[in-house]
């Protein structure tokens, strides 16, 4: 441990299910890595059906408010489920967040007797497959010029898939 470690407080962070209350945080977030950004109502008309559960990720060692540091949104049905949108904020990135709240979903969609888990992924978004395929997801299919950027530029998807 370095000098500058014993002095920094790293982040820890809880898990908690998705609640009504966290939804403007998660609109914020959400609209800090993704365009277009879903709106806290977009998220409530979500979370509001019987079919969709989600978590989030907030700071549990804040000397204030504790800090939203990711969410996961998942929406169940027929023995399936699809990952509708996972984001972790930029100072969160690579500290094993989207790891938790992807266990968190497949805890979560496995009692809700899902056999299969889908999601959609930005082909350039390397961190986030790496962490899909670390924990077993595959490309099952691809969905080209899926994602629109600010520009003419468009990025394609994979289309993975996970066997619970």
Known sequence: MSLIDYFIRRPEFDIFQMRADHLEEVAD?????????WSA???????????????VARQNNAYAWPAMGGFILVRAGGGEAEVLTIGVDLRYGRSGLGWRLMQAALTESR?????????????????ALGLYRRLGFRKVGERKAYYKG???ETGGADIMRLDL
């Open 29 to 37: 977030l959400h609209r800090q890595r993704f365009s277009p950004p």
């Open 41 to 55: 109502g977009e998220f409530h008309g979500l979370l509001s059906q019987s079919s969709v559960f989600g978590f």
């Open 111 to 127: 009692k809700h007797g899902v056999e299969s888990l889908f999601l959609e992924v930005d082909q350039a978004n390397v961190p």
């Open 150 to 152: 600010g520009g003419p």
